[in-house]
């Protein structure tokens, strides 16, 4: 009977909740969006939003952009930027150490909340907690942003020891 139960509480746990506090190496795949005009972050230099995390759920994401420079000798500018993805239900957070390229037409616009952007940055996944404890990896983050919104699409890979 005792057996019974665990195996129909172990069936009732999420799918990806599963995969992500497994063993071995998985696919990441997670996507943020923040409306502007109701976010409580303050833009530049900390972006936030609300999404999902593919196979685990929601989460909350927040970034912070920790520099961006000139490169010398190009009209574009190298970024570095600190991704916290926290899921919604507690069970874990994730850490991204993130850093990119923006060149023009876009290089002009990033900082002017409106202005269409997009960048592609590269991540190392610098730490995590819960579900997330002990993990490494590495991917894209391509954010895309317009108007009012920002998307970001975050994907790559995700190793639990």
Known sequence: MRRAALILA????PLGF???ASAGTAN???TFTQIYSTSTCQFPPVFCGSGTVAG?????????????????????RALTAVRTITLDNGAGSLTLAENGTICPPNAAAAGVQGSPFAVEKSYT????????????GGGTDINRSAGNSQV??????????
């Open 56 to 76: 685990v759920g929601p989460a909350i994401s927040t970034v912070l952009l920790t520099s961006i420079a000139p490169i010398p000798g190009s009209d574009c």
């Open 125 to 136: 996944i610098a730490g995590g907690t819960g579900v997330f404890a002990g993990a490494t």
């Open 18 to 20: 599963i995969t992500a």
């Open 10 to 13: 172990i069936a009732a746990l």
């Open 152 to 161: 970001s699409v975050v994907s790559g890979t995700l190793t639990q020891p």
């Open 28 to 30: 990441f795949e997670a």
